[in-house]
């Protein structure tokens, strides 16, 4: 069985503290993402990662970076926590090609910044 | 830029009862996919099913139908003989493929609500 896994499921955080979000996966997947959802706004995409050391923007990167130093993991990173970035974040992995090209998700983690 | 729409904000039927959440799509790719999501209370997004661009059949798995039409930019979800246990928000989606895959665009999701 595929595994995504988050390092934390609630996280609670001051305005202006630096904050990392970190994603693991054990199937080899070249493919990472990480998305924030809103209620009623679905899951938009901050980024993206297709290897190791590469990154795209996705439809929100701003205030946000992400890290990617080994396959398995990908990290978003706040740099300066600011209360418009309460939300849940989704991490994803995909394995590129074959039948099985889909996306697989980690539990989530909902953080507040107070 | 692509775009995912589910018009159905929310729908709440009763239990046996047929439903359908619709699901429209805008992309210039030629090759894509299509995806269905279901996130119950407890979170977690399942994998519903996958559609390739230039598979048009229509599925069937169990209770779950999806029918996929090119000429209208739709994807949409069927559920027969509703149960309170489908309850959640389903999520259609809009990915790349090649390099990209996975690289998805999401709709706003629609609330399904079965009463016993």
């Known amino acids: 069985d595929v595994k995504v896994t988050q390092s934390s499921r609630y996280l609670v955080k001051r305005t202006g503290e630096k904050v990392f979000l970190e994603c693991v996966q054990d199937?080899?997947?070249?493919?990472m993402f990480w998305y924030r959802q809103d209620p009623g706004l679905g899951l938009r995409l901050i980024y993206f990662?297709?290897?190791?050391?590469?990154?795209e923007k996705g439809d929100i990167p701003e205030g946000y970076s992400v890290s990617r130093e080994k396959k398995e993991r990908f990290s978003l990173i706040l740099e300066s926590a600011s209360t418009n970035q309460t939300s849940m974040y989704l991490c994803?992995?995909?394995?590129?090609?074959?039948?099985?090209?889909?996306?697989?998700f980690g539990p989530g983690t909902r953080l507040l910044v107070l | 830029a692509q775009k995912v729409t589910q018009a159905q904000t929310e729908i709440s039927v009763v239990e046996k009862e047929d439903v359908t959440l619709d699901c429209v799509y805008e992309?210039?790719?030629?090759?894509?996919?299509l995806f269905w999501y279901k996130q119950p209370p407890s979170g977690e997004l399942v994998f519903l099913i996958r559609?390739?661009?230039?598979?048009?059949q229509n599925e069937i798995s169990g209770r779950y139908s999806w029918n996929f039409q090119k000429s209208t930019s739709s994807f949409n979800f069927t559920i027969t003989a509703s149960q309170v246990v489908d309850s959640a928000v389903y999520f259609c989606?809009?990915?790349?493929?090649?390099?990209?895959?996975?690289?998805?665009?999401f709709g706003d999701g629609t609330t399904l609500t079965v009463k016993p």
């Open positions: 994803a992995s995909l394995k590129r090609g074959g039948a099985k090209e889909t996306q697989y």
């Open positions: 199937m080899d997947h070249e493919n």
């Open positions: 990662s297709y290897d190791v050391k590469m990154k």
């Open positions: 992309t210039r790719d030629t090759t894509y996919y």
């Open positions: 559609r390739n661009s230039f598979d048009e």
């Open positions: 989606a809009l990915s790349e493929v090649g390099t990209n895959a996975g690289k998805s665009t």
